[in-house]
């Protein structure tokens, strides 16, 4: 079976800053190193963004075969530079070429290159974690004008980056069907939050947005495709956490997922509709902030603590330029909803519901007892790019 899988993870407190001593600790066994362990050949296309202070934490050291992409996050789509420094690599080597290029159409070209060349009788692994539609706000100016008549230039550019990748993903679709690939892959492509409407994203009718714990930030979209599937053509609705995508494609590649960790097999689920296994989890625990915050998920039930993040409202999209709007709510406060009666949390329940909040509050206690601390470094000047030729490099912790 071959897996295409355009998604990436994020780091406890906020990101890994490319100036940061701080990385996905070594000792965690990362999804191909499964993978190869079973015979797949594994490559990555994209971004990174787990670490990159040592070369053990980068890509072709945590499994994959090869690496062609950027090791920050937010870089410039034409430059390659964020922060000052050069961040574009082929495996280990920096790629000085590539300026004025627009990052989607050449880290195309690379993946369509790899499928070509794939031995057919070698099960393929495929990570494909896009740039777009990251800020910057980047794009070819034959994919904004298919938006001609949105007012708003943000918003214009934005929804053509969402067409410039819609464009790249046919073209790899394009190059497995070619192959002779497509009919036995497996295909997963989702989203890691919602959009950012700082950068023009929308998620209304939902509440709020990326940096937030409300759904508009927090609620996911997704969508499988393989011919192995047993139930297609409908939404699944089920619980399913980022976390899991580890243990699902591991089982779909025939493989177990070690005891203990987070994240639980959802394949039964994906492939014919099956219930979830999963009944809560917790949205995030942050003691390192000056605004403090906690959120979990129970059932039907929400929680939030502290903070719950800005902006806070329910934008339209014609609406992006304004101050977001419709909620009195503080930034601090305890909210407890119920998403399936309220998905777009405009009923706080926790004056209303005592017993339920108190039940909803000792278990993200429960959560608290297992807390560790965040990995979260100051600048270490041994990071700067002119140190290291004008890249940002591993080798300096």
Not at 136 to 153: C, G, H, M, S
Request: net charge negative; with cysteine.
């Amino acid at each position: 079976m071959t897996g295409y899988f355009p998604y990436h993870v994020g780091t406890q407190h906020l990101v890994i800053f490319p100036w940061q001593a701080s990385a996905v600790p070594s000792n965690f066994t990362f999804l191909p190193e499964k993978l190869k362990g079973l015979g797949y050949a594994t490559h990555m296309v994209g971004k990174w963004h787990l670490g990159m202070c040592n070369w053990k934490y980068t890509p072709t050291y945590r499994g994959f075969d090869s690496f062609y992409g950027y090791y920050n996050g937010a870089e410039d789509y034409y430059t390659h530079v964020v922060a000052t420094g050069l961040d574009l690599r082929d495996d280990k080597e920096v790629v000085k070429t590539k300026n004025g290029q627009y990052g989607t159409y050449f880290f195309t070209d690379r993946v369509v290159d790899i499928v070509e060349k794939h031995p057919a009788d070698t099960p393929l692994f495929l990570y494909l974690p896009f740039q777009n539609v990251h800020q910057p706000l980047q794009v070819p100016k034959r994919f904004e004008d298919i938006y001609a008549t949105v007012q708003n230039e943000n918003r214009r550019t934005l929804l053509g980056m969402v067409s410039a990748m819609d464009e790249a993903v046919g073209n790899v679709t394009m190059a497995m069907k070619n192959a002779g690939l497509w009919d036995n892959t497996l295909v997963i492509f989702t989203t890691d939050n919602g959009g950012w409407i700082a950068a023009s994203g929308n998620n209304f009718p939902l509440r709020g947005g990326k940096t937030t714990l409300w759904e508009g930030g927090t609620r996911g979209v997704a969508f499988a495709h393989g011919k192995m599937l047993q139930k297609t053509g409908y939404t699944n609705n089920e619980m399913i956490h980022a976390v899991d995508w580890f243990p699902t494609i591991l089982a779909a590649a025939g493989g177990t997922a070690d005891a203990g960790i987070d994240g639980v097999s959802q394949l039964d689920t994906i492939m014919s509709g099956k219930p979830s296994p999963r009944t809560e989890f917790v949205y995030n625990i942050d003691d390192v902030s000056t605004s403090k915050q906690g959120a979990i998920r129970v059932g039907d039930y929400k929680l939030i603590e502290g903070f719950a993040g800005t902006p806070d409202g329910w934008i339209r999209p014609d609406n992006l330029t304004d101050s977001p709007a419709d909620s009195e709510d503080p930034a601090n406060g305890t909210w407890l909803f119920n998403l399936k009666d309220d998905p777009t949390e405009h009923h706080n329940l926790a004056d209303t519901m005592p017993d339920k909040l108190k039940e909803m509050q000792a278990r993200l206690a429960e959560y608290r007892k297992s807390l560790v601390p965040a990995i979260d470094p100051p600048p270490d000047p041994k990071s700067f790019p002119q140190l290291w030729g004008g890249a940002w490099s591993p080798g300096w912790c």
